[in-house]
C-alpha cells in the first residue's frame, strides 16, 4: 500500500491521478463515456450545492462540496489532456500568473487604497491583456454570457455600466425609479398587454436589482436566502395543517408561528455566541 500523501500538492496530484485512472482503458465506464457537454449540467449543480453549504454554515459539508467542485475541473482537464489541448497544469499556472498580474499592489509596485480601486485596476489590466493578446475590443457588456441566471446577469451588466459613470447617484434616486416603475406597471395592469406586463415586471426586477447593488447586497444570493426561508416556513404549514383544506387564516396563523420560532432560535444563537465570548478563560 503506498504512503498517504500528506502535502497539499501530493493530495492534489492523487485526485488527478485517480481521474486518469478512471477514463483509462479498463477504468470506469460511465467515467468513459463522458464529453464536455454532458459533464457541463454537474459543473452548475456542484456549484449550487456549494452555496447551498454556506448559507447552511455546514462547514463539514462545505469542505465536501468543494472537493466535489474540485473534481469538475480536474474531470474537464482529463478530458482536454487525453485530446492534447491542455492539462491541469497549464489551468494552475494560468490562474497562478493572473492572480499576480492583476494585483500589482500586492506582488509589485502598484497602489490601490480600496477594493473600488482594486476591481478598477483590475479592469484595466484584463484590457490591457487582450490588447496585447490582439482580440477584438469587445463592447463593455459583451463580456457578460447571455446563459447567466438572470438576477447575476442583471447584477453585471448594471455594475459595468455603472464603472463608466451610467448609474444613479445614491440609493433614494433608485428608489425613487422604483416607485416609477410600480407605477407603469399599475397603469400595464390596467390596460396594458401580457407583452407589456412582462417588460415591466422585467423593468421592475431590474431596478431592484440596482438597489441591492447600492446597498452592497448580492441579490441572487438574497433570494436564495429568501427561498430557503419560505421552504422552512412552508413546510411548518404543511406539517400543521391539512392541505388543501386548511383556510387562508389557519396557514397564515402557522406562518406566523414559523417565524417567531425562528426569531427565538435566532436569538438563542446569538445568546449562547454572548456567552461563549464573556465566558472566563482557563
Known amino acids: 500500500m503506498s504512503q498517504a500523501p500528506s502535502t497539499t500538492g501530493e493530495r492534489f496530484e492523487r485526485l488527478v491521478a485517480i481521474m486518469a485512472r478512471l477514463r483509462a482503458p479498463g477504468g470506469c465506464p460511465w467515467d468513459r463515456e463522458q464529453s464536455f457537454d454532458t459533464i457541463k ?5 456542484e456549484t449550487y450545492e456549494v452555496l447551498e453549504a454556506i ?4 462547514w463539514p459539508g462545505l469542505a465536501e462540496e468543494l472537493g466535489d467542485l474540485m473534481l469538475q475541473a480536474v474531470f474537464f482537464a482529463e478530458m482536454a489532456a487525453e485530446e492534447g489541448k491542455f492539462r491541469i497544469d497549464d489551468s494552475l ?3 497562478s500568473e493572473k492572480l499576480i498580474r492583476r494585483h500589482p499592489h500586492v506582488f509589485g509596485d502598484g497602489s490601490a487604497k480600496t477594493s473600488d ?5 483590475w479592469d484595466e489590466i484584463k484590457a490591457e491583456e487582450k490588447k496585447e493578446q490582439g482580440k477584438a475590443q469587445l463592447g463593455r457588456l459583451d463580456s457578460v454570457p447571455r446563459k447567466l441566471p438572470a438576477l447575476v446577469e442583471a447584477q453585471q451588466i448594471s455594475s459595468k455600466a455603472a464603472a463608466v459613470g451610467f448609474d444613479w447617484e445614491n440609493p433614494e434616486q433608485v428608489l425613487e425609479k422604483l416607485h416609477e416603475e410600480l407605477r407603469e406597471l399599475a397603469e400595464a395592469r390596467a390596460a ?12 421592475l426586477l431590474f431596478v431592484v436589482v440596482n438597489l441591492a447593488r447600492f446597498m452592497k447586497v448580492d441579490p441572487e444570493q438574497a433570494l436564495r436566502k429568501t427561498n430557503a426561508k419560505f421552504r422552512k416556513r ?5 406539517k400543521h395543517a391539512s ?3 386548511a383556510t387562508l387564516a389557519e396557514m397564515e396563523a402557522l406562518w406566523q408561528e414559523a417565524k417567531e420560532q425562528e426569531t427565538t432560535a435566532q436569538e438563542t444563537a446569538e445568546q449562547k455566541t454572548k456567552d461563549r465570548e464573556t465566558a472566563p478563560r482557563g
Not at 449540467?41 to 449543480?45: A, F, K, R
Not at 448559507?55 to 455546514?58: A, G, S, T
Not at 480601486?117 to 485596476?121: L, N, Y
Request: charged fraction near 40%.
Open 192 to 203: 396594458g398587454t401580457p407583452a407589456e406586463l412582462e417588460s415591466e415586471i422585467g423593468d
Open 117 to 121: 480601486d482594486v476591481k478598477r485596476r
Open 243 to 245: 392541505l388543501p383544506g
Open 41 to 45: 449540467p454537474y459543473l452548475l449543480e
Open 55 to 58: 448559507d447552511q454554515r455546514d
Open 234 to 238: 412552508f413546510s411548518h404549514v404543511e
Open 93 to 95: 499556472d494560468a490562474i
